[in-house]
């Protein structure tokens, strides 16, 4: 068993006699990446923070590669950090920016010269190093920050969502440039980010935070297919998972699930196998999970999808996928059509519902019941 | 129609530039108005005094001579001695240089830990800075006379060093805290995971932004403590005098003749250095006063 490089135990963060962060336990292995994801105000900037020292916390402890960190000050860290405004020095030039740390370390010339060039290199900004911060563009200035981290070669690199003063192209290329830079270096990384696209498409291990209580701890195919209650099932996915009131009852030996439709007869989804143990003879109030792309048309539906018609309220084709609006169970439902799906508003149309992937939660506590 | 067309734009022409003219001369007027005096000051201190006598105020100098500008640097009298302004004119650089650069650097370190090293009580503190910036001179007058006895600093050029130092801290203070608070936090922090302390990031980081600020800030303090009287006569004695009460008492001496051209080219001698340093840094003080406003 590897030793973790980053272990946090029962932290809590207090301002005053506000909780911003409450019994905070995540611990990560060498060239991990972990991404804290969460709505603003959730507290994760706070967390990331607080790793790196920049903030005190009020009890628990934390340990970077082994050591116990706490209370000891940002530089002794051996963490490097990137900024969401970049934080780029506007006085230094480029060059300056990447070497500043090891100047203030007494690192000796030569070797800042041989690392200046390797970073200057891997990021493709040597034709940069003699400009001013105020010359680059933002995806520049963005490189320039990862360069004054990665030159540091840290036990830890941080990251305060990056990616987010940049437009939609760059955001997207920048993402896989760090994806790119964690696979070729195996960094271990703490990234923060309220994208949860970004947190899908970088992360080996994904914590969810809401309030200043982690949600969930999981890899991301765990925080998509078994979210632990339906602020996460909600928060993660994009369009979101549909979350519908139903009712689970037994028929015979079998569990169903019932869901009430304005004006038309409920539908009945059979063969719920997976939630048998669930279901009793007297029904029982639940929320069904199902993931727009486990609702889909019938003519292309897996097998063991049941099919039921449906009328269809919006239809938004979106390129690859029609997405399409039906109502259910008093709730706008969506469902994720193949691009040339025949469906108009206003008509019925057959879909098929796929119960493998679905979620049940209970409708008073939120947590996930099967 | 077109006719009339054109007539009404020639028309609007016509108004359009006496609307300009007029402002033209508007400008033109008050500009002389406020060089009235300057002139009056020049041309008379270049006449002789017969030609004062007789002349008129207006008139340009038939003879023009420096004589007078002569009198007033090293001959007019001052009470008893007769050396001109000379060395009070480098009194006042002595105290002036010094005061200016060490309210300057009190400044910018106390503004740089107002905007961004934030403790408890900064805002109590900083409100206290800024109360000191509208004590009349006149109030603290006797204290800091006692003080300085106590410090045996009265008469000196230090003591009256210090007392510009204390009554500039609050502006230059409020100066650099409302310029640095526009600098992101995260540049701190930024430095900070680098390794930098706290004097390390005012040098390497914060002070090389300045520029603006501290022109600002030592135009300001200059014209502040050149200018000063009450201070300067308060708390000086014979020999370590600043030129403003030097040219109080070469006007005010009481002996023969009023030599209006020396008492002109003495005021004009002491208001120099402030002159010098606008021309010389005006540019960017409208800059640094308008930087603050406007983010980057």
């Known amino acids: ?370 | 129609m077109t006719d009339t067309a054109i007539r009404s734009t020639g028309q609007g022409n016509v108004t359009r530039l006496l609307l300009r003219a007029g402002l033209y001369i508007l400008l033109i007027v008050f500009a002389l108005y406020y060089l009235m005096p300057l002139y009056v000051m020049v041309v008379t201190s270049l006449k002789s005094l017969e030609e004062i006598r007789s002349g008129s105020l207006m008139a340009l100098p038939r003879e023009p001579s420096l004589a007078a500008w002569a009198k007033a640097w090293s001959g007019a009298c001052t009470g008893i001695q007769c050396e001109g302004l000379q060395p009070y004119f480098w009194n006042s650089v002595l105290l002036a240089v010094p005061a200016v650069m060490i309210s300057t650097l009190i400044g910018a370190l106390n503004g740089y830990v107002f905007a961004q090293w934030r403790f408890r009580g900064a805002d109590i503190l900083f409100a206290g800075l800024l109360f000191g910036c509208f004590i009349p001179f006149q109030v603290v007058l006797l204290p800091m006379a006692r003080v300085l006895g106590l410090m045996e600093l009265a008469g000196t050029i230090p003591g009256l060093i210090l007392v510009h130092v204390i009554y500039g801290i609050g502006f230059t203070t409020l100066f650099f805290r409302n310029y640095y608070v526009t600098i992101p936090q995260e540049l701190v922090r930024a430095a900070k995971v680098d390794g930098a302390g706290f004097f390390r990031i005012l040098f390497s980081i914060f002070l090389p932004l300045s520029a603006p600020i501290v022109v600002v800030t030592v135009i300001w303090q200059f014209t502040q403590i050149w200018n000063d009287f009450l201070f300067g006569v308060s708390f000086s004695q014979a020999g370590t005098q600043p030129v403003t009460v030097a040219l109080n008492n070469i006007v005010n001496s009481t002996t023969g003749v009023k030599e209006y051209n020396v008492d002109m080219a003495a005021a004009i001698i002491a208001a120099l250095p402030t002159l010098l340093v606008y021309v010389v840094a005006g540019k960017y003080f409208i800059r640094g006063l308008t930087a603050g406003s406007v983010k980057g």
């Open chain 1, 1 to 370: 068993m590897t030793q973790p490089i980053l272990d946090i135990r029962n932290l809590y963060k207090k301002y005053g006699s506000v909780e911003i962060l409450k019994n905070i336990n995540v611990s990560i292995e060498p060239g991990d990446f972990l991404v804290l994801v969460g709505p603003s105000g959730c507290g994760k900037s706070t967390l990331l923070n607080c790793i790196a020292g920049l903030e005190d916390i009020s009890s628990g402890t934390i340990a970077i590669g082994g050591r116990d960190m706490t209370g000891v000050s940002p530089k002794d860290r051996d963490i490097a950090m990137v900024f969401q405004s970049y934080a780029l020095y506007p006085t230094m030039s480029v060059a300056k920016n990447i070497t500043f740390g090891m100047k203030v370390r007494g690192v000796d010339k030569a070797e800042q010269e041989r690392k200046l060039a390797e970073v200057a290199r891997q990021l493709q900004i040597e034709p940069l190093l003699n400009r001013k911060p105020g010359q680059l563009s933002g995806g520049q200035r963005q490189r320039v920050a990862m360069g004054r981290a990665l030159v540091r070669d840290p036990k830890l690199f941080l990251f305060d969502e990056p990616l987010s003063n940049l437009d939609a192209k760059l955001r997207v290329e920048m993402r896989t440039e760090i994806k790119r830079l964690h696979h070729n270096l195996s960094a271990s990384i703490v990234y923060v980010t309220h994208d949860q696209i970004e947190a899908m498409t970088l992360a080996t291990k994904i914590v969810v935070m809401k309030g200043g209580v982690i949600q969930q701890i999981g890899t991301p195919s765990e925080i998509y297919n078994r979210p632990a209650n339906m602020f996460v099932a909600d928060f993660m996915g994009s369009p979101a998972m549909n979350l519908i009131p139903a009712k689970l009852r037994r028929n015979g030996t079998n569990a169903e699930i019932v869901i009430a439709r304005p004006g038309s007869e409920p539908l009945v989804l059979k063969h719920a196998a997976r939630f048998d143990s669930l279901a009793s003879a007297s029904e029982k109030d639940i929320v069904l999970g199902l993931r727009p792309e486990d609702i889909s048309a019938a003519s292309k539906a897996p097998a063991g999808a049941q099919e039921a018609h449906c009328h269809v309220e919006i239809v938004e084709p979106a390129g690859a996928d029609t997405f399409v609006m039906i109502r259910l169970g008093g709730k706008e439902v969506t469902a994720r059509l193949h691009a040339d799906a025949d469906v108009a508003p206003g008509s019925d149309a057959a879909l098929a519902f796929d119960l493998d992937k679905a979620s049940l939660f209970m409708p008073d506590t939120g947590l996930r019941a099967a």
